[in-house]
């Protein structure tokens, strides 16, 4: 009986992804994470007195949200229960309180909940949790790809702590790797594999940060290799290539790494850095990326942080948005690389930008400021009577085709820092001598009255 037990577990392990037989069972066997377990952190205090508080991982794919989760449990003296967000409902959460219940008042023994995709419940189903977890029956794990902020209900994340996994580092990678090639009980050890170290690189570079991903691709060579038994196999990069597809580049179009690459692009542009630029730019492209998206937002970089430095900026990247539409994939991103590069390059001033919102914030503040008699039109006799466009003079009558006029509201003109204040960075500097001079002339004219002769 002893023997046919061993057969049974010995196939449900081999039954079960390497991924999941070399899971974790203790903190001394977790690697990565150490600024949330390192001795006299938070998390670890609270392991080594029991006194673990609802909190939500918050992670990539593959960092170890799970796995951490159960090993908490089992360093605890709690009972642990989980489901996932996908499969369970409120009908579940109820089940599983009835149980931390009866568990609490036949042996005081807490129940720690692991909820895995926790952003998948909608808002009703979240605020089940509230009571239960405010009143300490339950504490809660939840784990998420997807920023808290946005995905999990304002009550709920104010009675949990948010602790961010990070993505594995290469090192922490090639550990993990390593272990699993050698461990004879859970791992390949009886295989007597061994992994050159630039297939061991490549393992490490197509996971992405991802252990679980390591774990499988490690499988899946193994399986493909003809290794007869007993004897040690090696396995080549060649090889690696040769059994694993390319893993697409981590990236979700509609969640928050969209807007750390879109913001990694955008400020890359703005620092002045091409080659940061352009890495961007592509690693949004290989990952699918719309490229009228990117397009779109260098548009708007070329008003916002070029603006008339260099005005060529603006049809450089509207001209490469135009060529993109009309050439297409592949051979319009080179369109779009030639414009992140001139906006990369161009002299920077967000003039445009802080003289816009400048005149908006006034706008909200003052209201609807009447239009200064001498620039309205006067398209009736009754108008002119009542004085529209008096005084008002054509600025081709003059020389350099300026008169030292106000076009402003008469509470803003010669009462409000100008709107549009230009730098001193490439064409600029030429509309700021412009003005400055201009402005001279209208701040003289309003000393001297209407129809003075300076004017």
């Given at each position: 009986?002893?023997?046919?037990?061993?057969?049974?577990?010995?196939?449900?392990?081999?039954?079960?992804?390497?991924?999941?037989?070399?899971?974790?069972?203790?903190?001394?066997?977790?690697?990565?994470?150490?600024?949330?377990?390192?001795?006299?952190?938070?998390?670890?205090?609270?392991?080594?007195?029991?006194?673990?508080?609802?909190?939500i991982f918050w992670g990539p794919p593959g960092s170890g949200k799970t796995t951490l989760?159960?090993?908490?449990?089992?360093?605890?003296?709690?009972?642990?229960?989980?489901?996932?967000?996908?499969?369970?409902?409120?009908?579940?959460?109820?089940?599983?309180?009835?149980?931390?219940?009866?568990?609490?008042?036949?042996?005081?023994?807490?129940?720690?909940?692991?909820?895995?995709?926790?952003?998948?419940?909608?808002?009703?189903?979240?605020?089940?949790?509230?009571?239960?977890?405010?009143?300490?029956?339950?504490?809660?794990?939840?784990?998420?790809?997807?920023?808290?902020?946005?995905?999990?209900?304002?009550?709920?994340?104010?009675?949990?702590?948010?602790?961010?996994?990070?993505?594995?580092?290469?090192?922490?990678?090639?550990?993990?790797?390593?272990?699993?090639?050698?461990?004879?009980?859970?791992?390949?050890?009886?295989?007597?594999?061994?992994?050159?170290?630039?297939?061991?690189?490549?393992?490490?570079?197509?996971?992405?940060?991802?252990?679980?991903?390591?774990?499988?691709?490690?499988?899946?060579?193994?399986?493909?290799?003809?290794?007869?038994?007993?004897?040690?196999?090696?396995?080549?990069?060649?090889?690696?290539?040769?059994?694993?597809?390319?893993?697409?580049?981590?990236?979700?179009?509609?969640?928050?790494?969209?807007?750390?690459?879109?913001?990694?692009?955008?400020?890359?542009?703005?620092?002045?850095?091409?080659?940061?630029?352009?890495?961007?730019?592509?690693?949004?492209?290989?990952?699918?990326?719309?490229?009228?998206?990117?397009?779109?937002?260098?548009?708007?970089?070329?008003?916002?942080?070029?603006?008339?430095?260099?005005?060529?900026?603006?049809?450089?990247?509207?001209?490469?948005?135009?060529?993109?539409?009309?050439?297409?994939?592949?051979?319009?991103?080179?369109?779009?690389?030639?414009?992140?590069?001139?906006?990369?390059?161009?002299?920077?001033?967000?003039?445009?930008?802080?003289?816009?919102?400048?005149?908006?914030?006034?706008?909200?503040?003052?209201?609807?400021?009447?239009?200064?008699?001498?620039?309205?039109?006067?398209?009736?006799?009754?108008?002119?009577?009542?004085?529209?466009?008096?005084?008002?003079?054509?600025?081709?009558?003059?020389?350099?085709?300026?008169?030292?006029?106000?076009?402003?509201?008469?509470?803003?003109?010669?009462?409000?820092?100008?709107?549009?204040?230009?730098?001193?960075?490439?064409?600029?500097?030429?509309?700021?001598?412009?003005?400055?001079?201009?402005?001279?002339?209208?701040?003289?004219?309003?000393?001297?009255?209407?129809?003075?002769?300076?004017?």
């Amino acid at each position: 009986m002893d023997h046919l037990k061993s057969n049974e577990q010995a196939a449900d392990r081999d039954r079960r992804p390497l991924a999941d037989r070399m899971r974790p069972q203790t903190l001394e066997e977790f690697s990565g994470q150490g600024h949330l377990l390192k001795e006299g952190s938070l998390l670890r205090r609270a392991i080594e007195e029991d006194r673990l508080f609802s909190v939500i991982f918050w992670g990539p794919p593959g960092s170890g949200k799970t796995t951490l989760a159960r090993i908490l449990a089992g360093e605890t003296r709690a009972w642990f229960t989980s489901f996932s967000a996908v499969l369970s409902g409120v009908k579940e959460l109820r089940k599983v309180v009835e149980e931390a219940e009866a568990l609490w008042r036949d042996s005081r023994q807490k129940t720690i909940l692991f909820v895995d995709e926790i952003h998948r419940f909608n808002k009703a189903q979240q605020d089940a949790f509230l009571p239960h977890v405010e009143s300490g029956l339950i504490t809660l794990i939840g784990a998420t790809t997807e920023n808290p902020s946005f995905e999990v209900i304002a009550p709920l994340l104010s009675r949990c702590r948010v602790l961010v996994l990070k993505a594995y580092s290469e090192e922490d990678l090639a550990r993990i790797i390593s272990r699993a090639l050698n461990d004879r009980q859970r791992g390949l050890g009886a295989l007597e594999l061994t992994l050159d170290p630039d297939a061991l690189e490549h393992l490490v570079r197509t996971a992405d940060g991802d252990a679980r991903t390591a774990l499988n691709s490690l499988e899946a060579v193994a399986s493909l290799l003809a290794v007869g038994e007993g004897k040690p196999g090696r396995i080549s990069r060649l090889q690696v290539e040769e059994a694993l597809q390319r893993k697409s580049l981590q990236y979700d179009k509609s969640g928050e790494e969209h807007y750390n690459l879109i913001s990694a692009f955008h400020k890359s542009l703005r620092g002045s850095d091409p080659d940061a630029a352009l890495y961007w730019m592509g690693r949004m492209l290989s990952a699918g990326e719309d490229p009228r998206y990117l397009a779109r937002r260098m548009v708007r970089f070329a008003s916002e942080d070029v603006g008339n430095a260099d005005p060529m900026a603006l049809n450089i990247a509207v001209a490469a948005m135009q060529a993109f539409s009309f050439i297409g994939l592949p051979e319009g991103e080179l369109a779009l690389a030639q414009a992140a590069v001139y906006l990369a390059t161009a002299p920077k001033s967000n003039a445009l930008y802080a003289g816009y919102r400048r005149v908006k914030e006034t706008i909200a503040s003052t209201g609807t400021l009447p239009v200064p008699l001498h620039i309205r039109n006067a398209p009736t006799r009754l108008m002119k009577d009542l004085g529209y466009g008096r005084d008002y003079r054509y600025a081709h009558d003059y020389e350099d085709a300026f008169v030292p006029q106000d076009y402003l509201p008469e509470a803003l003109s010669g009462k409000t820092p100008p709107f549009y204040r230009p730098t001193d960075r490439g064409y600029e500097r030429t509309i700021r001598d412009r003005l400055e001079k201009w402005r001279k002339l209208l701040e003289k004219a309003r000393k001297n009255g209407p129809g003075s002769p300076e004017t």
